[in-house]
């Protein structure tokens, strides 16, 4: 019996696919094909995938070509694969004329003719209408957005706005993206979308008026400083059928939702306690430690560390507490919140002039997980046990800075997209916003 094996993808499945597993199964005898994960192809940069895997094996197995489905996820799999199984001949199409050569030395490897003038790609770049996105503020981190952007289909940087001339016509050099430095509803009018990096305290009122005047938000946190300003916010979002996400941009790396999933998943007993920490000694001179009202270290790191607590004990909190070590000038130089649950308890610490040991510790009844920094773009964590030398290592793909993955999430919910939802809920952003408005409390007693 001649076993042929294939891969891909098979985003919204068509005629190129179809006459490929025709093909491959007309090879040999029994035909297996491996269907990429989301986690797989995201960590291989081929994000905007639309259909969930099951919908893609399920249009796999409709064809009635494959003797047998089963799941690629990693790199290095294929050689397994074809030692497992025992494979004669391992096929893809003509696209990939070359890549796999060295297979040959454990089969026959078959390139087989592709067919033109079809492919996922179009069909997604069809589906999804291009996004017009303008970004707002133009500081440190617009050019890292601009840079990532390029790796995500679907969007074009159009505009940008920043009301300081001088830095707006600075920007609008450099990058060629024309900087609009007037009125900001003329530079929301054309555009689809925002990107919000202006300095804190805008984010708000730019969010506003950008979803009044019905154009979707990426914002960079905080979004609002109180519960009730983020709920208005997204609200107004959910009744305008607008997408409003805001960027801590872990929420989206794939490493991190792994992350998320093996500590959910038993391993390591019931989660007791979650211990996040983001320090980051910055310029004495720059914002985050110079200005007492909105800089400081919990507003820079805070929602980081947040995240993965409210991720694995939820926001239903019973107490919070905090504590801060402030500057003359007001600036909380390093704080330490402390949350209460029911069974089990969490803690964040950030610094902008205190530096700390930048790791997230996942304890639970059985084991715990230890992501060392920069855990927030999650490359490798482990699972260690009571026997130190039972150590599992995952260590995810992560590519780039980060960011592309939440504006590959921002992109994909505007064309509908909903599977990106529970990446970062509104319930866990309202919630952040809440030990936002409790920390901002503190800190004017503290004045
Ligand atoms: N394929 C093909 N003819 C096409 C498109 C794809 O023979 N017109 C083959 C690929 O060579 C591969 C398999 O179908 O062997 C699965 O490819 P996949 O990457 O899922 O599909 P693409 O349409 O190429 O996807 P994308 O545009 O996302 O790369």
């Not at 694969?81 to 004329?97: A, C, M, R, V």
């Not at 060295?102 to 770049?125: A, D, H, W």
Request: hydrophobic fraction near 35%; charge should be negative; proline fraction near 2%.
């Amino acid at each position: 019996m001649t076993k042929v094996i294939t891969y891909g993808t098979f985003d919204l499945f068509h005629q190129g696919h179809y006459n490929l597993l025709k093909r491959a199964k007309e090879l040999g005898d029994y035909l297996i094909v491996g269907v990429t994960t989301d986690h797989f192809d995201e960590s291989r940069g081929k994000l905007n995938v639309v259909d969930s895997i099951m919908e893609r094996i399920e249009n796999v197995r409709n064809t009635g070509f494959a003797d047998e489905i089963i799941i690629e996820d990693h790199e290095g799999q294929k050689i397994e694969d074809i030692k497992k199984y025992g494979i004669d001949i391992f096929t893809l199409g003509s696209d990939w004329e070359g890549a796999f050569d060295y297979l040959g030395q454990f089969c026959k490897v078959v390139y087989l003719e592709r067919t033109p003038n079809i492919s996922s790609t179009m069909l997604r770049k069809n589906q999804f209408k291009i996004v017009n996105v303008g970004i707002v503020g133009t500081g440190r981190i617009a050019p890292r957005f601009v840079a990532e952007a390029k790796y995500v289909s679907g969007i074009n940087i159009v505009k940008a706005y920043n009301p300081e001339v001088e830095s707006g016509k600075l920007f609008e050099r450099k990058y060629d993206i024309e900087c609009l430095t007037d009125s900001y509803e003329d530079f929301v009018e054309q555009v689809d979308a925002v990107y919000i990096a202006s300095p804190n305290e805008t984010h708000y009122i730019y969010a506003k008026i950008a979803l009044e005047h019905g154009k979707h938000v990426l914002s960079e946190k905080p979004l609002g400083f109180t519960r009730a300003a983020s709920e208005e916010l997204y609200q107004m979002a959910e009744d305008r059928g607008l997408v409003l996400l805001e960027a801590v941009k872990t929420a989206y790396c794939p490493g991190f939702q792994q992350l998320m999933n093996v500590a959910q998943s038993g391993k390591i007993g019931q989660i007791t306690d979650v211990e996040a920490c983001f320090t980051r000694l910055a310029n004495p001179e720059a914002r985050e430690c110079t200005d007492g009202q909105y800089g400081g270290s919990f507003l820079e790191f805070g929602s980081y560390t947040l995240l993965p607590i409210f991720k694995l004990l939820g926001t239903d909190y019973k107490a919070v507490h905090f504590n801060s070590i402030y500057g003359e000038n007001g600036v909380d130089f390093y704080t330490k919140v402390q949350l209460e649950y029911e069974n089990s308890m969490a803690t964040c610490k950030t610094g902008v002039r205190v530096k700390s040991e930048g790791q997230l510790v996942i304890a639970g009844t059985n084991g715990y997980i230890l992501a060392e920094s920069p855990w927030w773009l999650t490359k490798k964590f482990e699972v260690r046990y009571e026997d130190e030398d039972q150590i599992e290592v995952y260590e995810p793909t992560f590519q780039g800075d980060g960011l592309r993955y939440e504006i590959s999430a921002f992109i994909s919910k505007i064309n509908g997209n909903e599977k990106n939802g529970y990446k970062l809920t509104a319930e866990e952003a309202i919630a952040m916003a809440e030990i936002t408005e409790k920390f901002m409390e503190k800190k004017r007693e503290h004045r």
